[in-house]
């Protein structure tokens, strides 16, 4: 069964075969392959390979383990491209691979944040139960996310770009979503940092995963907007962060993509703060903020497991008129009419991490009440054959 890396998010065949030994008995040696994906130097152990003999059939399968030759232990599988470790019983499962992608201060790791305990209650609908599929995973969603988030009730820090040595961003957040209709299923989500977006590095190979994904999540902040925020201004507290132009940033992420053309869920993010814009001293924005049958302002995510498609056209097309009223038209007609002409599998959402504006660093006092969260993952697990 073919499935694809939760780290480069290339696909892995039947037919490829690769292991590394991390035992630490062995002597270790810089790893070319590795440190040009991870952008930093990476040191691995022997490295052991089974390419398909050369008269190999369709139905020739590489041997399930491998002993490292140096200390005759078990090495661990790997990517046969990237060379990164994979989780336990990656290969007899199927990935997923979204990649979040923003501006800085878009709200791309409240999103995760809130997204990880949404998808446990979405597979509890189909009788799954949801884990991490590795310890390295658990301990950073732990750390990064659900700690400050969920116990401290605080905000995460900035993402640290992807050119720092120690950054976290370089590794996966995964998920085992359990057994749907026979198949194991997984889900990989990478975080790039909005920094490295605003301004890419001159080596993009680190985040050529970008254009592997099944589906980029790019988040557009409505407070990036100066006259949404100056009528916003005694409605809610003042943001301490913005990040820079969405069309820009947009942009860098097309140009990354080159000729890819993933699913791209557009996400109007703390949809929360334009929903204040009902009371603002503004006939127009009253009146759309105040259309009581607006699919904006319900939230049926919960209530099947399934994609509803008919409330995703509809939303579709109401965030589209939104994006119109921000003055983002331009980022509207990159994505209807591509600059390089090639089409775009995308669509619109709206989605409010907290559902309050935050005060300062910390959660509101109501607490954390997500709205809409689960639509784009649902779009994409849908597409992907897990819903």
């Known amino acids: 069964m073919s499935t694809k890396c939760p780290s480069c998010f ?3 065949t039947d037919q490829q075969a690769f292991w590394v030994c991390t035992t630490g008995l062995c002597p270790t040696e810089t790893d070319e392959v590795a440190s040009g994906f991870m952008g930093f130097e990476v040191k691995n152990g022997p490295k052991i390979y089974q390419p398909p003999p050369a008269d190999a059939g369709k139905n020739w399968r590489p041997a399930d383990t491998a002993a490292c030759g140096g200390c005759n232990e078990p090495a661990q599988d790997a990517c046969p491209r990237c060379h990164y470790v994979l989780p336990i019983d990656w290969r007899v499962g199927r990935a997923t691979c979204i990649a979040m992608s923003g501006a800085r201060a878009t709200g791309k790791s409240l999103y995760l944040a809130v997204l990880v305990k949404e998808l446990k209650y979405l597979m509890s609908l189909l009788n799954c139960s949801v884990d991490f599929a590795d310890n390295r995973s658990r301990e950073k969603y732990t ?6 988030l969920f116990k401290e009730r605080g905000l995460m820090n900035p993402t640290p770009s992807n050119l720092q040595a120690d950054s976290y961003t370089r590794d996966p957040v995964i998920l085992s979503l359990g057994m749907v209709n026979g198949v194991r299923r997984f889900l ?3 975080d790039v940092a909005g920094e490295d977006m605003e301004n890419p590095p001159e080596n993009l190979r680190p985040l050529s995963f970008l254009a592997n994904a099944d589906a980029l999540f790019f988040m557009f902040d409505p407070l990036a907007v100066p006259d949404i925020r100056l009528k916003l201004q005694d409605l809610i507290p003042a943001q301490l962060l913005l990040g820079g132009d969405p069309q820009m940033v947009l942009g860098n992420l097309l140009r990354m993509l080159g000729s890819a053309t993933p699913h791209l869920a557009v996400i109007l993010s703390k ?8 009371n603002v001293d503004d006939v127009a924005w009253q009146s759309i903020m105040s259309n009581s049958g607006a699919a904006f302002l319900r939230d049926p995510s919960l209530q099947s497991a399934a994609y509803n498609q008919q409330d995703g056209d509809l939303l579709h097309e109401e965030v589209r008129s939104l994006l119109h009223k921000l003055e983002a038209k331009n980022l509207v ?9 090639r089409p775009l599998n995308y669509r619109f959402f709206a989605v409010s991490a907290l559902g309050e504006s935050p005060n300062g ?3 509101h006092a109501r607490g954390i ?5 689960l639509d784009p993952a649902k779009w994409v697990l849908s597409a992907t054959g897990v819903l």
Do not use: H, T, W
Request: hydrophobic share 30%.
């Open 10 to 12: 290339q696909e892995i």
């Open 143 to 148: 750390e990064i996310y659900e700690k400050p």
């Open 188 to 190: 990989s989500i990478r």
């Open 271 to 278: 949809f929360d703060a334009l929903q204040e814009m009902r």
């Open 333 to 341: 007609m990159s994505l209807e009419n591509p600059n390089n002409g």
């Open 361 to 363: 660093k910390s959660v």
């Open 369 to 373: 009440a997500p709205f809409r969260c």
